[in-house]
């Protein structure tokens, strides 16, 4: 009878062997055998095995090259990796990672096999991102030694490994492979076993949304992905993610996680399907959502879809001078920027203090600009003389492009809208900065809707390069021209989007952070563990709590609701946990806490 894993000493893991070598487990390979490990490799198909070690061959040549490994070094690493097409090879393996394709059939199998010839002391892990490890636990002898290692890709770069248990895992298991985590230079995050754990569990439902927005026809392929990099600091926009992942991959992730959660977020849109059986996976067959050079080139080439070079729309109106209605930090922001561009700007507020208040604002932000070297002082003060502060709207007479900054409420909104098109001369454009209003409401206020439109910068505005083109359905050609034509004067990037909520940015941003609360709230996972794993494992710049509270969770919960409204999809309907604590006031970094808590000022 097998000794049970928890009468096992565990071994210090010097053997390991990762069964599938392709790209994840090459890439698992090399960490391992660059950290002493001893590894055997196994892939049914020989050349895989051959293409893995000839990975590892061209990777330490560029390490020696860059002078991070010596030759003898090189060597030593290059003899640590055996390769083999028979499982058989594992039974002296310390631990094994298997890393095959995600198929129940396909991983079972192995784990069956695997208990018939490793040593009842021996580790499983599975490297699965969305099935359920519990489900592969139960179907081996051993259980208690079963857990889940994922790895992200490229496993040489990404920091984050996922260490995954079961009801059924031994805690020292899990000690055990944590502890080989930290000695390979990885940030171990425990997770229990749910669909695509913390990181894909909110990384897939996210690309999944943007990969519907772009079949739906509500903005561009380039619009999209440029809006979340631009928008959000992402390093990669969320369809050229999912061209990097594989499409194919992509969509049977979220087949495993839609059956796991039933969540419409999860259900794969459509298009993924239609792409993955066309053959049009992305980069590795040079085709998917866009067209690369060739299968495996990261060169994006032009296709009947790209843009035309400088594609600028013609027709626009006339723009020399600009108001901007607001004194909060947006609508001081926005002065600066189309000041700074050479407009002459009208900066008017409900009194003539707070314009005032509002022109100094600006004054401090070009001085530190000034101190930073970014401008000349000379410059700073021309800059400064074009803004005219206004205690009254009126000074909005002979404005070729008035933009409202006022706060977000409809009813607010639609009374300055009203006042606008009363007091702005005949074909002067009005653009309402609202992150999540329907703009058509505002332009109904006037008496010439067609020439309203919105404009959504990001705070702050001097630095986010992101502008929002918001058309509504009664928005004039010309109009929308003359706005993408400002953009570009003042040097933003706009993308053009339809006048629904959230826009590109936020419609596919909270959601993502309404599911981290909700992790949160199921007790899933830490506060820490999430913001690690989706910066560590996501790339994001910030993790989602850290971002809730700088945006403030009364903003969030704000616009969450609206987006609930709008598209009715029960996923969408706000975390209680976030609703309890704006009704307790704690509103995130602007009241001392939110999900942390903040040393006051």
Avoid: W
Wanted: aromatic share 6%.
């Amino acid at each position: 009878m097998a000794t049970p894993l928890s009468d096992t000493p565990l071994s210090p893991f010097k053997t390991i062997a990762v069964v599938g070598l392709g790209t994840m487990g090459t890439g698992i390979a090399e960490v391992l055998t660059r950290a002493g490990r001893e590894v055997i490799g196994i892939d049914i198909n020989e050349a895989q095995a051959a293409r893995c070690v000839a990975a590892l061959d061209a990777a330490t040549a560029r390490a020696v090259a860059r002078e991070r490994l010596t030759e003898q070094e090189r060597a030593d690493v290059l003899a640590r990796l055996r390769t083999f097409t028979d499982l058989g090879a594992a039974a002296e393996a310390d631990l094994v990672i298997e890393v095959a394709p995600e198929s129940y059939e396909i991983k079972q199998q192995i784990f069956r096999e695997l208990d018939r010839i490793v040593r009842p002391g021996t580790i499983l892990a599975t490297g699965t991102n969305a099935l359920s490890v519990t489900r592969l636990a139960a179907e081996s002898e051993h259980p208690e030694r079963v857990l889940g290692l994922h790895f992200f890709n490229p496993a040489q770069q990404m920091r984050l490994v996922e260490i995954v248990s079961s009801v059924l895992t031994a805690p020292q298991a899990v000690a055990a492979v944590t502890d080989l985590a930290i000695e390979l230079g990885k940030e171990p995050v425990a997770v229990g076993d749910r669909p695509g754990f913390v990181a894909d569990g909110l990384l897939f439902g996210y690309l999944n949304q943007a990969a519907a927005m772009y079949e739906s026809k509500y903005a561009s392929r380039e619009d999209i992905d440029a809006a979340m990099r631009l928008g959000c600091g992402l390093p990669m926009g969320p369809l050229a993610l999912l061209d990097l992942i594989g499409i194919d991959c992509a969509s049977r992730v979220l087949e495993a996680m839609y059956a796991e959660s039933h969540d419409r977020l999860h259900a794969p849109a459509p298009i993924l399907k239609q792409l993955s059986e066309a053959g049009l996976t992305g980069r590795k067959a040079g085709r998917g959502f866009y067209t690369y050079e060739a299968p495996g080139s990261a060169t994006v080439v032009r296709d009947p879809l790209t843009p035309l070079e400088g594609g600028a729309l013609s027709g626009g109106r006339t723009v020399s001078s600009v108001g901007v209605a607001g004194s909060g930090t947006m609508a001081s922001g926005i002065a600066e920027v189309f000041a700074k561009a050479g407009f002459d700007v009208v900066l008017a507020a409900r009194s003539a203090e707070k314009a005032e208040a509002a022109k100094a604002r600006i004054g401090k932000s070009l001085n530190r600009s000034v101190d930073k070297g970014r401008m000349t002082a000379e410059a700073a003060a021309e800059t400064l003389g074009r803004i005219t502060p206004a205690g009254s709207y009126d000074a909005f007479a002979e404005v070729d492009l008035a933009v409202e900054a006022v706060a977000e409420d409809l009813e607010i909104k639609q009374q300055l809208f009203a006042t606008l098109d009363k007091v702005c001369k005949p074909g002067a454009i009005l653009a309402t900065t609202t992150s999540s209003l329907p703009v058509v409401a505002c332009a109904r206020a006037t008496t010439r809707p067609q020439d309203v439109i919105g404009m959504h910068f990001f705070n702050p505005a001097p630095a986010m390069k992101l502008v929002e083109v918001v058309r509504t359905v009664l928005t004039a050609d010309d109009v929308h021209a003359t706005v993408r034509e400002v953009c570009a004067k003042i040097r933003k990037h706009a993308v053009d989007c339809g006048d629904r909520a959230g826009f590109i940015v936020n419609a596919l941003l909270f959601p993502y952070l309404n599911n981290a609360i909700k992790m949160v709230q199921d007790h899933y996972a830490t506060l820490d563990d999430i913001d690690a794993a989706m910066k560590l494992g996501g790339g994001y710049p910030m993790g989602p709590f850290e971002l809730l509270d700088v945006v403030g969770l009364d903003v969030s919960l704000a616009i969450e609701q609206v987006l609930h409204r709008e598209f009715r999809d029960p996923g969408l309907a706000p975390a209680p946990l976030l609703e309890h604590l704006v009704a307790a006031g704690c509103l995130g970094r602007k009241t001392g806490r939110g999900f942390r808590e903040y040393a006051r000022r």
